[in-house]
Protein backbone atom coordinates (compact mmCIF):
# COMPACT_ATOMS: atom_id res chain seq x y z
CA UNK A 1 0.00 0.00 0.00
CA UNK A 2 1.28 3.57 -0.73
CA UNK A 3 0.56 6.28 1.87
CA UNK A 4 -2.62 7.65 0.83
CA UNK A 5 -4.06 4.32 0.87
CA UNK A 6 -2.68 3.71 3.98
CA UNK A 7 -4.36 6.76 5.52
CA UNK A 8 -7.64 5.65 3.84
CA UNK A 9 -7.37 2.26 5.45
CA UNK A 10 -6.94 3.76 8.69
CA UNK A 11 -9.54 5.83 8.19
CA UNK A 12 -12.07 3.51 7.44
CA UNK A 13 -10.78 1.31 10.60
CA UNK A 14 -11.72 4.04 12.38
CA UNK A 15 -15.08 4.65 10.65
CA UNK A 16 -15.90 1.13 11.26
CA UNK A 17 -15.31 0.98 14.97
CA UNK A 18 -17.11 3.99 15.38
CA UNK A 19 -20.23 2.15 13.71
CA UNK A 20 -19.94 -0.90 15.48
CA UNK A 21 -20.22 1.24 18.86
CA UNK A 22 -23.80 2.28 18.12
CA UNK A 23 -24.43 -1.17 17.03
CA UNK A 24 -24.41 -0.98 13.36
CA UNK A 25 -24.57 -4.29 11.64
CA UNK A 26 -23.75 -4.25 8.12
CA UNK A 27 -22.26 -0.83 6.27
CA UNK A 28 -22.10 0.61 2.58
CA UNK A 29 -19.60 2.01 0.52
CA UNK A 30 -20.88 5.15 0.88
CA UNK A 31 -20.65 5.54 4.35
CA UNK A 32 -17.23 4.86 4.39
CA UNK A 33 -16.35 7.24 1.66
CA UNK A 34 -17.75 9.95 3.72
CA UNK A 35 -15.73 9.14 6.64
CA UNK A 36 -12.12 9.11 4.17
CA UNK A 37 -13.32 11.79 2.31
CA UNK A 38 -13.42 9.81 -0.90
CA UNK A 39 -15.41 8.41 -3.69
CA UNK A 40 -17.57 5.27 -2.75
CA UNK A 41 -15.52 4.19 -6.27
CA UNK A 42 -12.14 4.27 -4.34
CA UNK A 43 -13.28 2.49 -1.35
CA UNK A 44 -14.52 0.01 -3.51
CA UNK A 45 -11.18 -0.21 -5.32
CA UNK A 46 -9.10 -0.14 -2.39
CA UNK A 47 -11.51 -3.09 -0.72
CA UNK A 48 -10.80 -4.88 -4.09
CA UNK A 49 -6.67 -4.32 -3.79
CA UNK A 50 -7.19 -5.55 -0.35
CA UNK A 51 -9.02 -8.69 -1.13
CA UNK A 52 -12.82 -7.97 0.90
CA UNK A 53 -15.64 -8.41 -1.28
CA UNK A 54 -18.65 -7.61 -0.44
CA UNK A 55 -22.49 -7.93 -1.27
CA UNK A 56 -23.57 -6.17 -4.11
CA UNK A 57 -26.85 -4.86 -1.88
CA UNK A 58 -26.35 -6.35 1.30
CA UNK A 59 -23.17 -4.31 1.75
CA UNK A 60 -19.93 -5.54 3.91
CA UNK A 61 -20.46 -7.35 7.37
CA UNK A 62 -18.73 -4.43 9.80
CA UNK A 63 -17.47 -7.38 12.32
CA UNK A 64 -15.47 -8.82 9.32
CA UNK A 65 -13.91 -5.60 7.85
CA UNK A 66 -12.80 -4.87 11.28
CA UNK A 67 -11.26 -8.22 11.44
CA UNK A 68 -10.08 -8.49 7.94
CA UNK A 69 -8.38 -4.23 8.03
CA UNK A 70 -7.27 -5.08 11.48
CA UNK A 71 -5.37 -8.02 10.51
CA UNK A 72 -4.00 -5.56 7.40
CA UNK A 73 -2.75 -2.79 9.74
CA UNK A 74 -1.51 -4.95 12.74
CA UNK A 75 -3.69 -4.46 15.14
CA UNK A 76 -3.50 -7.66 17.07
CA UNK A 77 -2.00 -7.35 20.10
CA UNK A 78 -2.59 -3.30 21.68
CA UNK A 79 0.16 -1.50 19.88
CA UNK A 80 2.17 0.06 22.62
CA UNK A 81 3.84 3.83 21.95
CA UNK A 82 5.74 6.02 24.64
CA UNK A 83 6.03 9.96 25.06
CA UNK A 84 9.41 11.56 25.36
CA UNK A 85 8.76 14.93 26.68
CA UNK A 86 6.07 15.24 29.37
CA UNK A 87 5.51 19.03 29.04
CA UNK A 88 1.72 20.87 27.77
CA UNK A 89 1.82 18.84 24.70
CA UNK A 90 2.85 15.24 26.26
CA UNK A 91 0.29 15.91 28.83
CA UNK A 92 -2.22 16.44 26.38
CA UNK A 93 -1.52 13.33 24.48
CA UNK A 94 -1.64 11.35 27.53
CA UNK A 95 -5.20 12.55 28.59
CA UNK A 96 -6.34 12.11 25.22
CA UNK A 97 -8.87 8.95 25.40
CA UNK A 98 -8.74 7.90 21.74
CA UNK A 99 -5.85 6.09 21.10
CA UNK A 100 -7.06 2.99 22.60
CA UNK A 101 -10.41 2.03 20.53
CA UNK A 102 -7.33 1.94 17.65
CA UNK A 103 -5.96 -0.58 19.65
CA UNK A 104 -2.61 1.88 20.32
CA UNK A 105 -1.86 2.14 24.25
CA UNK A 106 0.45 4.51 25.79
CA UNK A 107 2.14 3.00 28.37
CA UNK A 108 4.96 5.33 29.37
CA UNK A 109 6.13 8.61 29.69
CA UNK A 110 9.33 10.15 29.98
CA UNK A 111 10.68 13.40 31.19
CA UNK A 112 14.01 15.43 32.83
CA UNK A 113 12.06 17.20 35.57
CA UNK A 114 11.14 15.41 38.74
CA UNK A 115 8.21 17.33 39.52
CA UNK A 116 6.84 15.74 36.25
CA UNK A 117 7.99 12.06 36.70
CA UNK A 118 6.76 11.97 40.17
CA UNK A 119 3.55 13.76 39.81
CA UNK A 120 0.82 10.50 41.35
CA UNK A 121 -1.74 12.61 39.53
CA UNK A 122 -0.45 11.51 35.89
CA UNK A 123 -2.69 9.26 33.81
CA UNK A 124 -0.01 6.63 32.71
CA UNK A 125 3.01 6.33 34.72
CA UNK A 126 6.02 8.87 34.40
CA UNK A 127 9.63 7.86 34.42
CA UNK A 128 13.22 9.91 34.30
CA UNK A 129 14.63 9.15 31.03
CA UNK A 130 17.30 6.24 32.73
CA UNK A 131 14.33 4.23 32.93
CA UNK A 132 13.73 4.35 28.58
CA UNK A 133 15.77 0.89 27.81
CA UNK A 134 14.11 -0.91 30.48
CA UNK A 135 10.62 -0.04 29.79
CA UNK A 136 11.16 -0.25 26.23
CA UNK A 137 12.32 -3.94 26.69
CA UNK A 138 9.59 -4.92 29.24
CA UNK A 139 6.68 -3.33 27.27
CA UNK A 140 8.34 -4.76 23.67
CA UNK A 141 7.72 -0.58 22.43
CA UNK A 142 7.91 0.03 18.64
CA UNK A 143 6.85 3.65 18.67
CA UNK A 144 7.41 6.87 20.21
CA UNK A 145 5.63 10.45 20.21
CA UNK A 146 8.76 12.81 20.51
CA UNK A 147 7.76 16.16 22.47
CA UNK A 148 10.88 17.56 24.00
CA UNK A 149 12.84 21.15 23.35
CA UNK A 150 14.42 21.65 19.82
CA UNK A 151 17.85 21.43 22.10
CA UNK A 152 17.46 17.51 23.16
CA UNK A 153 15.54 16.67 20.10
CA UNK A 154 18.07 14.51 18.69
CA UNK A 155 19.68 13.27 21.23
CA UNK A 156 16.60 12.21 22.56
CA UNK A 157 16.25 10.53 19.04
CA UNK A 158 19.13 8.55 18.96
CA UNK A 159 19.02 6.95 22.02
CA UNK A 160 15.15 5.81 20.95
CA UNK A 161 16.98 4.34 17.59
CA UNK A 162 19.29 2.74 20.51
CA UNK A 163 17.21 0.87 22.17
CA UNK A 164 14.79 -0.39 19.43
CA UNK A 165 12.30 1.77 18.57
CA UNK A 166 11.05 1.73 15.24
CA UNK A 167 8.44 4.45 14.63
CA UNK A 168 8.49 8.12 15.91
CA UNK A 169 5.91 10.90 15.71
CA UNK A 170 7.87 13.87 16.55
CA UNK A 171 6.28 17.07 17.59
CA UNK A 172 9.50 19.11 18.31
CA UNK A 173 10.90 22.09 16.27
CA UNK A 174 13.31 20.46 14.48
CA UNK A 175 13.04 18.09 11.79
CA UNK A 176 14.34 14.32 12.54
CA UNK A 177 15.72 12.30 9.52
CA UNK A 178 15.24 8.33 9.68
CA UNK A 179 18.69 7.11 9.56
CA UNK A 180 20.08 3.45 9.39
CA UNK A 181 20.28 2.03 12.80
CA UNK A 182 23.65 -0.54 13.60
CA UNK A 183 20.82 -3.22 12.83
CA UNK A 184 20.15 -2.43 9.40
CA UNK A 185 17.00 -1.27 10.20
CA UNK A 186 15.50 2.37 8.98
CA UNK A 187 12.73 3.70 11.18
CA UNK A 188 9.48 5.20 10.11
CA UNK A 189 9.74 9.42 11.00
CA UNK A 190 6.75 11.78 11.02
CA UNK A 191 8.16 15.02 11.70
CA UNK A 192 4.44 16.88 12.53
CA UNK A 193 5.40 21.03 13.12
CA UNK A 194 1.81 23.01 14.18
CA UNK A 195 3.80 26.47 13.52
CA UNK A 196 4.31 25.54 10.00
CA UNK A 197 1.56 24.18 9.56
CA UNK A 198 -0.63 26.99 10.85
CA UNK A 199 1.52 29.29 8.26
CA UNK A 200 0.78 27.03 5.54
CA UNK A 201 -3.36 27.53 6.36
CA UNK A 202 -2.76 31.43 5.93
CA UNK A 203 -0.33 31.33 3.19
CA UNK A 204 -3.12 29.15 1.50
CA UNK A 205 -6.17 31.67 3.28
CA UNK A 206 -4.15 34.50 1.72
CA UNK A 207 -4.54 33.44 -1.84
CA UNK A 208 -8.47 32.00 -1.55
CA UNK A 209 -9.78 34.85 -0.30
Known amino acids: MNNDMIIRVTRYYR ?21 AGVSPSIVRKDFSLLGIHGQKRGGYEIKELIEKIGSILGK ?6 IIVGCGRIGKALMNYQGFEPDGI ?9 PVIYSDPASPIPV ?14 VKAAIITVPESSAQECYM ?11 NFSPITLKPQRTSSGIIPVVHNINIGLELEQIFYELQFNS
Request: charged share 25%; hydrophobic share 45%; proline share 2%.
Open 127 to 140: YPLSRLEEVIRVHQ
Open 15 to 35: ALNRLRAIGLEKVFAHNLADA
Open 105 to 113: KIVAGFDSD
Open 76 to 81: GDSQNV
Open 159 to 169: HLLEYGIRGVL
